[in-house]
Antibody
Framework: QLQLQESGPGLVKPSETLSLTCIVS??????????WGWIRQPPEKGLGWIGS???????YYNPSLKSRVSISVDTSKNQFSLNLNSVTAADTAVYYC???????????WGQGTLVTVSS | QSVLTQPPSASGTPGQRATISCSGS????????VNWYQHLPGTAPKLLIH???QRPSGVPDRFSGSKSGTSASLAISGLQSGDEADYYC???????????FGTGTKVTVL
C-alpha cells in the first residue's frame, strides 16, 4: 500500500527557505505514470496546489508561486522535495505531499506536516 | 488560493439529507471530472467520490455526486454523527495544468 511521509522543519524564519522532503514507500516513483507534488492548506483556509513533478524531472507550478518554488525528484531514493524561498507568514500551512494523476483531480495524500513561518 | 466555490457550512439532524454545491468555471469543472474528498483534522483527506459520481470501494451509497455544466454537488443522505467533517470538491484546471480545490464545507450533524 502506498505511503507518503513528509519530513522537514516545522518552523522557518521569514525570508528564509522552506524545505520539505516526501519519502515514498509501497510504490515506486520510477516507471509509473503518476506525478508527484505538493498541496498546502493555510489555517482556516482551503487546499491549494503548489506544483508537481514527473520522474523525468518535468515540472508544473502554480503560477501564483512559480517565482519562489522548486520541486525536485530523486528516483534513487524514491523521494521528492519542495523548496519555497522568501517565505512570509502567509506561507504558514499544513503541507501535504501527494501522488497525482495528470489531467485528473485524483490525489493520494500524505498525512501532512505543519510548517509555521515565524521569527 | 481556492478556485472552486463551496458554501462554508452545511448541517442537518441525524437521518436528514445534506447537499453541498461546488461552483467552478469552463476551464475546470466545465471541461473535466470532479472528485470529492472528506477531511478530518489531522488526517489525510479521503476520496469519497471520483469521476463526478463514482464511489470507491468501501464508501457507503449514502454519498452521491453529480455534475452539470460548471457546477457539481455532493449529497449525503441519512446523516450520521460520523459524517461530521470538512468536504472539498476538486477538478483539473486546463489553464493551470494542475488540480484546483473548493473552499471547503464544514458539515455539522445537529
Amino acid at each position: 500500500q502506498l505511503q507518503l511521509q513528509e519530513s522537514g522543519p516545522g518552523l522557518v524564519k521569514p525570508s528564509e527557505t522552506l524545505s520539505l522532503t516526501c519519502i515514498v514507500s509501497g510504490g515506486s516513483i520510477s516507471g509509473s505514470s503518476y506525478y508527484w507534488g505538493w498541496i498546502r492548506q493555510p489555517p482556516e483556509k482551503g487546499l491549494g496546489w503548489i506544483g508537481s513533478i514527473y520522474e523525468t524531472g518535468s515540472t508544473y507550478y502554480n503560477p501564483s508561486l512559480k517565482s519562489r518554488v522548486s520541486i525536485s525528484v530523486d528516483t534513487s531514493k524514491n523521494q521528492f522535495s519542495l523548496n519555497l524561498n522568501s517565505v512570509t507568514a502567509a506561507d504558514t500551512a499544513v503541507y501535504y505531499c501527494a501522488r497525482l494523476v495528470f489531467g485528473s483531480p485524483y490525489v493520494d495524500w500524505g498525512q501532512g506536516t505543519l510548517v509555521t513561518v515565524s521569527s | 488560493q481556492s478556485v472552486l466555490t463551496q458554501p462554508p457550512s452545511a448541517s442537518g439532524t441525524p437521518g436528514q439529507r445534506a447537499t453541498i454545491s461546488c461552483s467552478g468555471s469552463r476551464s475546470n469543472i466545465g471541461s473535466n471530472t470532479v472528485n470529492w474528498y472528506q477531511h478530518l483534522p489531522g488526517t489525510a483527506p479521503k476520496l469519497l467520490i471520483h469521476t463526478n459520481n463514482q464511489r470507491p470501494s468501501g464508501v457507503p451509497d449514502r454519498f452521491s455526486g453529480s455534475k452539470s455544466g460548471t457546477s457539481a454537488s455532493l449529497a449525503i443522505s441519512g446523516l450520521q454523527s460520523g459524517d461530521e467533517a470538512d468536504y472539498y470538491c476538486a477538478a483539473w484546471d486546463d489553464s493551470l495544468d494542475g488540480p484546483v480545490f473548493g473552499t471547503g464545507t464544514k458539515v455539522t450533524v445537529l
